[in-house]
């Protein structure tokens, strides 16, 4: 086992499937201890007993992010459980496809942006007086490349990851100087449940894969890779970053 | 179309949508303002199909999902 991670408190949310979840094996294997966190029981008990082949130091939390008691819980059994906490990664994210603007229900608004961004928001608030206790600490939001180009197949998706970054930003700029460097990911197409449920059909998935400029769609690890070095101390000097991991995808020119 | 119905083919058709009738269907209750049989069918038979389905639900199963769904429906609100 390496141990860029070893002792340290770590809670994912969204870790019960995609990238919450290869973040959650790649820590684990680096030693760190760590909180599952999803709204989904059943693939979060899936999730656990997979990373209890790795390593022990493993507790699960069923919670639904945009809801501040559940939030405040979950941080409260991860402190508990583990005596402190030193890192927070902000996975849990849903995508609701939607019509254009003037079309959108604002009930789909709603559960877009309280998931993706309230909840970002309410993780935070809790988790940043822990590692404020502890000294220091690292959080990494994900965003995605829907939040800096435009998603038109769900504007509310788009742009409550466009906030995750600002957030992400300006979270730094508050707390930096006290010891938290709070940074974002922006992945770009990841071969994850989400990503297949959202491209509705495995053919149109195929077709991103073919015309991406790498030829493959991102694998959540390439994302679980990335997040650990962000959380590490090898990134020690960056703080209020966002770092696109698309394979070179922005940099595409469009298909005539 | 009721309620129910037309949650069960959104559910079909889009993925994170479904997850939310999933796993927090209470949220769907409150802003759908569902009835208390409604929200029980949401939560119960309706969830166990939910959870059978596959990522994604291609195109050309879109209907036979949906026609059982709907069926499955119906026959909890009679």
């Known amino acids: ?256 | 179309m009721d309620k129910l119905t037309e949650i069960a083919q959104r559910s079909i058709e889009d993925y994170g949508f479904r997850q939310i009738a999933q796993w927090s269907p209470d949220d769907i209750v409150s802003q759908w303002e569902l009835s208390c049989q409604e929200a029980a069918i949401l939560k119960g038979p309706l969830k166990d199909e939910l959870d059978l389905l596959p990522v994604p639900v291609e195109p050309d199963e879109y209907l036979a999902v949906q026609e059982r769904l709907t069926k499955i429906v119906e026959k909890a609100l009679d």
């Open chain 1, 1 to 256: 086992m390496a141990n860029k991670l070893r002792n340290k408190v770590a809670l994912v949310t969204g870790g019960a499937s995609g990238i919450g979840q290869a973040t959650i094996a790649r820590f684990a294997k680096e030693g760190a201890k760590v909180m599952l966190a999803d709204r989904n029981r059943h693939a979060a008990e899936e999730t656990l007993n997979k990373i209890r082949e790795i390593t022990p130091y493993v507790g699960m939390s069923v919670v639904d992010v945009s809801k501040e008691d559940e939030v405040q819980q979950m941080v409260r059994d991860t402190v508990d459980r583990f005596n402190g906490l030193d890192i927070l990664v902000n996975a849990a994210a849903i995508l609701v496809l939607c019509p254009q603007l003037a079309e959108i229900d604002e009930r789909d608004w709603d559960l877009v942006m309280n998931t993706n961004l309230k909840g970002v928001f309410l993780c935070s608030k809790a988790a940043i007086p822990e590692m404020l206790k502890g000294g220091a600490g690292a959080i990494v939001n994900i965003s995605s490349v829907a939040g800096i180009s435009a998603y038109a197949r769900s504007l509310p998706y788009s742009v409550s990851k466009a906030g995750v970054i600002h957030l992400t930003l300006t979270t730094a700029s508050q707390y930096t100087p006290r010891g938290i460097r709070v940074n974002c990911i922006a992945p770009g197409t990841v071969d994850t449940p989400q990503a297949r449920g959202s491209s509705q059909s495995s053919e149109a998935l195929r077709d991103i894969a073919n015309n991406h400029p790498m030829g493959r769609i991102g694998s959540p690890e390439d994302i679980a890779d990335t997040i650990l070095y962000l959380v590490s101390d090898e990134s020690s000097y960056i703080s209020g970053s966002t770092i696109v991991v698309d394979g070179g995808a922005l940099t595409s020119p469009p298909r005539i």
